[in-house]
């Protein structure tokens, strides 16, 4: 599927499968740092099936190994970041501090990748970075803020996530196939499960029935696949587009996943969100 809307059916994939995830990422009991030790080999079975897909003729150049190998540094490093950012400082202020990321993809994409777009797809990247921070206020509390920490570390996350698109799309253009950017991203996130285990509080009881490691694996699978997805929706599309458009429409299918199990009625924001968000599927659809 290589036409010139394929670009979208990964995108779409990527959101649903994200959604889903989002919808139920919170539901096992199990620490969030070996969580990310879950998604992490949740990562192998996708990395083979990428390997399969190519008869296993990794791509081992140097430029290609090195750009796809900083993908997924950029994003499993983001991950731990983001478990700091979140020890220091409340979530309603760190993820609206990290949704926004894609304003870096943006900006490199069309500063040196040369990407355009039509007026009519700017508002749809508008429309994007709306429902980001619409979904991202909405669950804002009365935390409190233990210390100014959180910003060093959410600041490097909002700039590796952001980073991580551009790469991805270069990392596409000098390898003759998505399959190996995306093992290569398998590799790092492994590679830094030690680190992962380093930050992890072994004094407190960790659960090891269904609903800890196990529910955890069928939970960040779907983490996987859009993952995987993403990867070829950047390599058909454009960087400034896919980038705010996955991140941006997931939400609404985490929200939508919420009202029906949960009869958890969206907040003003959220229906905010979820209207910016489908119409920018609407208009970059068209892009």
Known sequence: MKNNKSWLFYAIVTMLTWGVWGAFSDQPDYPATLTYVVWAISMIPCALVALANIHFRLDVRKKSFWLSLGVGLLGAGGQLALFQALKYGPGYLVLPMISVAPIVTVILSSVFLKERVSRLGIVGILLAFVALVCFSLSGKTDESVSSYLWIVFASVVFISWGIQAFVMKLANNHTPDAESVFVYMAISAVALIPVALLMTDFSQPVNHGFNGP???????????????????????????????????????????????????????????????????VLILGRE
């Open 214 to 280: 196990w529910l955890t694996f069928l939970i960040q699978i779907l983490n996987a696949i859009g993952a995987y997805t993403l990867v070829y929706a950047n390599r058909y599309g454009k960087a400034m587009i896919v980038a705010p458009l996955a991140d941006a429409c997931a939400p609404v299918i985490s929200c939508a996943i919420s009202l029906v199990l949960y009869a958890h009625f969206p907040s003003v924001p959220q229906i905010i969100g979820i209207v910016s968000a489908i119409s920018c």
